[in-house]
């Protein structure tokens, strides 16, 4: 079946040690998102990739990065995780080129600083 | 005031009643609508999708969508308790905005 796949699913990390989060899909889709959700609250948007084209929130914090090396991977990296950064982070895609944007999700992987 | 408000939670239903979910919208160009259901420490799983003006039905759910009042609903009939979970409305206009949510429990 065609999915979105997140590794690890829980990741603990300690304070200021860098970590990457994974995502892949193979729904052969152009636009890739990661949201970050803290407990009770809305998916907050980080950044999104049309395709190449990185698109980054601007109240995304600079100590999140990412990349997408090909249509099927993208990652995320935390250069130096707080405290504030424990939350579960979604993968997301959608297909550019209907008019519906509707999102498919990963599972999330659930990060923990230490 | 908020791009999207749902109706704040928590909501209870008896098992096999009505439950209605709401949302508002303040982005006049929003094109498309969502209704995600997210589980307890699970990701968004989408359910409904809704584009143009009136209903739009899937089994026990129906959104309902009206452009000029810029509005969006869920009905859930036939409550079940596996229906208990966190509604997410989403608006986009190219990519999606996403209200808080609300929480619903369905009864036994």
């Known amino acids: 079946d065609a999915m979105v796949i997140q590794n690890p699913r829980y990741q603990v990390t300690q304070f200021g040690k860098p970590v990457t989060l994974s995502c892949s899909q193979t729904?052969?889709?152009?636009?890739m998102y990661w949201y970050q959700q803290k407990s009770s609250q809305a998916p907050k948007l980080l950044f999104h990739?049309?395709?190449?084209?990185?698109?980054n929130e601007a109240d995304t914090p600079d100590n999140f990065q990412s990349r997408r090396p090909n249509t099927s991977f993208c990652f995320l990296d935390i250069r130096s995780p707080g405290l504030g950064d424990a939350a579960m982070y979604l993968c997301?895609?959608?297909?550019?080129?209907?008019?519906?944007?509707?999102?498919?999700f990963g599972p999330g992987t659930r990060l923990t600083v230490t | 005031q908020k791009e999207v408000e749902q109706n704040s939670g928590p909501l209870s239903v008896p098992e096999g009643a009505i439950a209605s979910l709401n949302c508002t919208y303040s982005?006049?160009?929003?094109?498309?609508f969502f209704w995600y259901r997210q589980y307890s420490g699970k990701s968004p799983e989408l359910i409904m999708s809704?584009?143009?003006?009136g209903d739009k039905e899937d089994g026990r759910f129906t959104a309902q969508l009206n452009k000029a009042s810029q509005y969006v609903s869920l009905l859930i009939r036939d409550s079940q308790p596996s229906d208990s979970a966190t509604y997410l409305c989403?608006?986009?206009?190219?990519?999606?905005?996403f209200g808080d949510g609300t929480t619903l429990t369905v009864k036994p």
């Open positions: 997301a895609t959608s297909r550019e080129g209907t008019s519906s944007y509707e999102q498919y």
């Open positions: 729904l052969n889709h152009n636009v």
């Open positions: 990739y049309y395709d190449k084209d990185f698109n």
């Open positions: 982005d006049r160009v929003s094109q498309s």
């Open positions: 809704i584009y143009s003006n």
């Open positions: 989403a608006v986009s206009g190219g990519k999606s905005t």
